[in-house]
């Protein structure tokens, strides 16, 4: 299928090459458990990496345990924050341990594009709650708003073990999250705006966690 003189552009690969004769095996022939036999014969359109090309959702899960960071993060749900889809899918492509919702347990998950399917995600009722759960593990909590009194994100230096929060698109972190944060830090900005998206604020923080700590 053709859209004017652009040919249709297809995501990922087709059934695996020579069928199932050349399926991937262990020495006792029995098909690899990592893949998944209905992926082999159709293939598979997922927005996956090629690593993880046919294999079951169980077996990229699994893998993506072995190297997860130690980095955690958390957004407020009052409101049903659209932006939360967006930061799942981000968290997932930064390897992150876990994506902590507090508030409101259902969430929009258009944003998140399925990742959310390969990505640990817990609720949290309260930020209290979310904070014991936090000291519990051992994870300092940093909260990233622009109010005053922050500290500037550029320069700061994460803690290895921590869970970065966020809050509603318009209101930022509530005084409750503010509370429990160690630290609260603004991305630097420099033109007419006040604040910049909050899925895109998120991308910026877990990022500045990824060059300092991440084993790139």
């Known amino acids: 299928m053709q859209v004017g003189d652009q040919p249709e552009h297809v995501v990922g690969v087709g059934p695996w090459p020579g069928g199932e004769a050349e399926w991937p095996r262990d020495d006792e022939g029995q098909l690899d458990p990592h893949f998944d036999p209905e992926l082999l014969r159709d293939g598979d359109r997922r927005n996956v990496i090629d690593q993880y090309r046919y294999w079951t959702m169980d077996a990229i899960i699994a893998d993506l345990d072995e190297h997860r960071h130690p980095l955690h993060i958390a957004i407020e749900n009052w409101g049903h924050d659209l932006n939360i889809g967006s930061v799942v899918r981000t968290a997932n492509a930064f390897a992150v341990a876990e994506v902590h919702i507090i508030g409101r347990r259902r969430w929009n998950r258009r944003g998140a594009m399925v990742t959310d399917r390969y990505q640990h995600v817990r609720h949290h009722e309260s930020a209290q709650a979310f904070a014991q759960w ?4 051992g994870l300092q909590v940093i909260g ?4 005053d009194g922050s500290i500037p994100i550029e320069g700061y230096e994460f803690p290895r073990d921590c869970v970065l929060v966020f809050g ?3 209101s930022g972190l509530t005084p409750e999250a503010q509370e429990v944060s160690t630290d609260i830090l603004h991305i630097t900005q420099f033109g007419s ?3 910049i998206n909050a899925g895109a604020a998120a991308a910026i923080a877990m990022h500045s966690w990824i060059v300092q700590h991440a084993d790139i």
């Open 134 to 137: 936090a000291a519990e593990k």
């Open 193 to 195: 705006t006040r604040s």
């Open 168 to 170: 509603q698109e318009k």
């Open 144 to 147: 990233i708003d622009n109010i």
